[in-house]
């Protein structure tokens, strides 16, 4: 059974950092390719980083260009989303994906269950 578990949200002061980790299980890791997306109370799930499965290659969306930095562990199964500079508008319910191929569409095989992050001005 494959497993993707978000960790790493909660809350924090605009301006300030947050890294969420997404452990994956029942899985070949190194396989797949990882996204991450969020999705606010009102919006569409909006992506926001892939990485390609050696993590040779990452796609940002222009919203966390600059301020996001995706990586992965293939050793430990965990891929891991670096978020600076937050901003209220970055309040949402963060999600990590793995599929073979490293997309910007929601088209991801795999899904974790999410982790709040809630930013305070």
């Known amino acids: 059974q494959v497993q993707l578990v978000e960790s790493g949200g909660g809350s924090v002061q605009a301006g300030g950092s947050l890294r969420l980790s997404c452990a994956a299980s029942?899985?070949?890791?190194?396989?797949?390719?990882m996204g991450w997306f969020r999705q606010g109370p009102e919006n569409e799930r909006e992506f926001l980083a892939t990485?390609?499965?050696?993590?040779?290659?990452?796609t940002y969306a222009p919203s966390v260009q600059g301020r996001f930095i995706i990586s992965r562990d293939n050793a430990k199964n965990i891929g891991y989303l670096q978020m600076n500079g937050l901003d209220v508008e970055d309040t949402a319910v963060y999600y990590c994906?793995?599929?073979?191929?490293?997309?910007?569409?929601?088209?991801?095989?795999?899904w974790g269950q999410g982790t709040q992050v809630t930013v305070s001005s």
């Open positions: 994906a793995a599929d073979y191929r490293a997309r910007t569409s929601t088209d991801y095989a795999y």
């Open positions: 029942g899985l070949s890791f190194s396989d797949y390719a």
């Open positions: 990485i390609t499965q050696t993590g040779g290659a990452t």
